[in-house]
């Protein structure tokens, strides 16, 4: 009876023992479990927090965008206004043409100031061209019906850049010296540029002029050489993630 007892005291002790073992062993799985239970529900709130910036983000920048499209019709219905306004005044004038010289300069003076408040691109050609085209007719060297139908060549293709996207190469100044870069210009809403070395950026305001600011993100580097990419395939519309480089404001 004696040794029965003792194997079977034995055999309770070895059993209550296993039983404390896996007792350990499952509160030590628990705590982790609740551990893991924590980094996940700590996950999943963050990627919550992480999901409504963006979209605030996403919400500002359409806003931003749908300011500036409008922005852009403001500016085709004012070009459109005054080529309205300049051909009820030579309509005024009649056929006579020392009437219709007064009002082509006057419309060309609007365009130029109007090119100096837009997207810096090509500016100086552009403003150049309007310039020769006053200097011609100041000269006489060409009728005011001509130049007037030069400056409306000017005027359309005012009006053609808001809707163009390309390439296109421009010298600009970055870092204090000018480059001979590519420019990958999206209507007048938005210009990147990019250089031989692939340092690449995008126009923005600085003050009442213009400034090329270069974009250190690796991420929105790769977003811009993706675009400048997809223009030279000729690929000029889809769907594009960018830097926000929208061009709130024009210069006044």
């Not at 692939?198 to 923005?204: E, F, K, L, N």
């Amino acid at each position: 009876m004696s040794k029965i007892t003792v194997s079977i005291t034995l055999s309770l002790l070895l059993g209550a023992t296993t039983l404390m073992a896996n007792s350990d062993n499952m509160a030590e799985s628990l705590m982790k479990l609740r551990a893991q239970v924590e980094q996940l529900d700590a996950k999943i709130s963050d990627e919550k927090d992480a999901y409504k910036a963006q979209m605030r983000s996403l919400s500002m920048q359409k806003s931003e965008l749908e300011g500036t499209i409008s922005r852009q019709e403001l500016k085709i219905k004012q070009l459109q206004k005054e080529l309205a306004d300049v051909q009820s005044k030579i309509k005024k004038a009649g056929k006579n043409s020392q009437g219709i010289k007064p009002i082509v300069l006057e419309a060309a003076d609007q365009l130029i100031a109007m090119m100096k408040r837009s997207i810096p691109f090509k500016t100086h050609d552009r403003i150049a061209a309007v310039e020769e085209i006053k200097t011609q007719l100041n000269s006489s060297l060409i009728t005011p019906q001509k130049a007037l139908s030069m400056l409306y060549n000017s005027y359309a293709d005012e009006m053609r850049m808001t809707k163009e996207n390309g390439i296109f190469k421009q010298t600009i100044t970055l870092d204090g010296e000018e480059k001979l870069v590519e420019v990958a210009r999206v209507g007048t809403v938005m210009m990147f540029f990019k250089t031989p070395d692939d340092v690449v950026g995008y126009v923005t305001k600085a003050g009442n002029g213009w400034d090329y600011k270069q974009e250190l993100n690796k991420e929105k580097q790769d977003e811009i050489l993706t675009l400048f990419d997809a223009f030279k395939k000729q690929i000029r519309t889809g769907y594009f993630t960018l830097p926000n480089a929208l061009i709130t404001s024009e210069a006044k």
